[in-house]
């Protein structure tokens, strides 16, 4: 079934899409999962069935493993030029489709039309980045220190990779792995959330329309991830495991993975603190806290999660927060007015008002929000807490949605052991306009990165990645992201 045509036509409006049924992409073909079971697929704004999807079974997973490895050595061998043209042209098309594919990832996630424009634009640039990588892989030539020998270091693709992405950013996960792994030379099996599936099937065709060979890029969604995983795992041609989620589920899959001797990267959960001093311009602090806590609706592990404000500025900051929450406009992803969509499942929306009702009874003040809505759609209201206590479980859980926790405090000392007061350390934000000052606050938080007088801190052109349980190894960033799918070879010669 080749849905490469049909699912990009210009003409067709956003609801069309609840009518494909897409196949698992195995070796360039469409087809259903071997025992015709399917996973439905429903818009969290309204609850509806929008779609379904195969449901992919050990045997599909061997089938995957095996277009890979049948593709290997052929894109192993595609001169790195031709690869970073193919590269090119997935950019291209992804920028020229943007509005559809946004369109389509808000429907599925429900995230606020202006996120899901942001995500196609950032999703599409790691295709242009690693373009650019591709054609700059080189290795190392000197002479040994006993000058018996020269040393030479190729690197070389690591092999076949199985990507495991989360359904919050459902392209631009896909793409942070896959763009750098086709540039170093490596064949992928894209494991998608089962939640957000239509975004990579439809990536998938994209990528079939520039140029990417039959199974160098496989797509298969799974109900039953656990054993799916764990059987490609098992196939000692698969050599490298890349995966977004939560720490909990890495540390199951870093186990899996052990087993079999697999290069892992893992960028796992966050708690960011959102630091605001004194001295901190006040508006630029709010427009920062706003993306930093409401980009995709508060659902990213790169999301404020706890928010320190010193005590001269923190009645300002608090009340400014409060009427810009607000304000906030919510409803369904797809309308051009939402600033604030959906939760992605009924679960979710759970989690956080238990977070919320939990911070309340120790002592926390709701400026705005705090209840769930009524109706349909997984829908939680923008909410701003005070007087929020250390021991509240949002202060040492991920809250994954609109939810802003303020906690004063009143010297640099002590915000730093506050923030660093946590098993994770992916992301951070610090406000303040003595540069001194943020930059020896920003070396001693325990954070992969820091976000100084910024909201927003992800670029392609940056390493992402995180330090204690926030996970293992960089994606993006110059080398940094296709290093992790290369390994070294040296040789020894004598010349």
Known sequence: ???????????????????????????????????????????????????????????????????????????????????????????????????????????????????????????????????????????????????????????????????????????????????????????????????????????AALYEEAGVPPGVVNVLTTSNPGPVTAAMLADPRVRKLSFTGSTGIGRVLLAEAAKHVISCSMELGGNAPFIVFDDADLEAALDGAMVAKMRNAGEACTAANRLYVQAGIHDAFTDGLRKRMAALHVGPGTHSETECGPMITRKAVDKIDRLVQDAVARGAKVLCGGTIAEGKGYFYPPTVLRDVSADAVMAHEEIFGPVAPIMRFDSEAEVISKANDTEYGLAAYIYTRDLARGMRVASKIESGMIALNRGLMSDPAAPFGGVKQSGLGREGGQKHGVAEFMEAKYIAVTI
């Open 1 to 203: 079934m080749n849905i490469s045509a049909d699912i990009f036509d210009e003409d067709e409006s956003t609801s069309d899409y609840a009518t494909f049924s897409h196949g698992l992409y195995i070796g360039g073909r469409w087809q259903p999962s071997s025992d015709r079971r399917v996973i439905e697929v429903i818009d969290p704004s309204t609850e509806a069935v929008i779609a379904a999807v195969p449901d992919a079974t050990l045997a599909d997973a061997a089938l995957a493993v095996d277009a890979a490895a049948g593709a290997a050595a052929g894109w192993r061998e595609t001169p790195p030029r031709r690869r970073s043209e193919i590269l090119r042209r997935c950019f291209e098309l992804m920028t020229e489709r943007a509005e559809t594919l946004a369109a389509l990832i808000s429907l599925e996630n429900g995230k606020a039309l202006r996120d899901a424009r942001g995500e196609v634009a950032y999703a599409a640039e790691f295709f242009r980045w690693n373009a650019e990588e591709a054609v700059r892989i080189s290795g190392e030539f000197g002479l040994a220190p006993s000058g018996a020998n020269r040393i030479v270091v190729d690197y070389q693709p690591i092999g076949i990779c199985v990507l495991i992405t989360p359904w919050n950013f459902p392209a631009a996960m896909a793409t942070r792995k896959i763009a750098p792994a086709l540039a170093a030379g490596c064949t992928v099996i894209l494991k998608p959330a089962s939640e957000t599936p239509l975004t990579a099937y439809a990536l």
